[in-house]
Nanobody, 124 residues
């Protein structure tokens, strides 16, 4: 079993930045791929970014490429999402997820553990 706790969300003006963190506990963390997803009110959950267990491979939703950066620190069992140049369209609840595989994927159904999420609100 893996427990995930997200933090770092909040209210920010358009153009601003936030850094989300997701701390994992429980089973061995370093063999798992990690992902960030988000869900806005009235919309389905969507993929944002994912990272391999080594941290070498990363994947991003097209609309966040060049603005968001996913990274991880396996020694701290933590994955991060640095979000820059935020826009109101980034407003959502952000969730981190763990996949019991080293390879990341953009498909939420392929992730095994989920956090409770952290709210990000971007004002115009």
């Amino acid at each position: 079993q893996v427990q995930l706790v997200e933090s770092g969300g909040g209210l920010v003006q358009a153009g601003g930045s936030l850094r989300l963190s997701c701390a994992a506990s429980g089973r061995t963390f370093s063999n798992y791929a990690m992902g960030w997803f988000r869900q806005a009110p009235g919309k389905e959950r969507e993929f944002v970014a994912a990272i391999s267990f080594s941290g070498i491979s990363t994947y991003y939703k097209d609309s966040v490429k060049g603005r968001f950066t996913i990274s991880r620190d396996n020694a701290k069992n933590t994955v991060y999402l640095q979000m820059n140049s935020l826009t109101p369209e980034d407003t959502a609840r952000y969730y981190c997820a763990v996949r019991r595989s080293a390879a990341p994927t953009p498909f939420s159904a392929q992730y095994d553990y989920w956090g409770q999420g952290t709210q990000v609100t971007v004002s115009s």
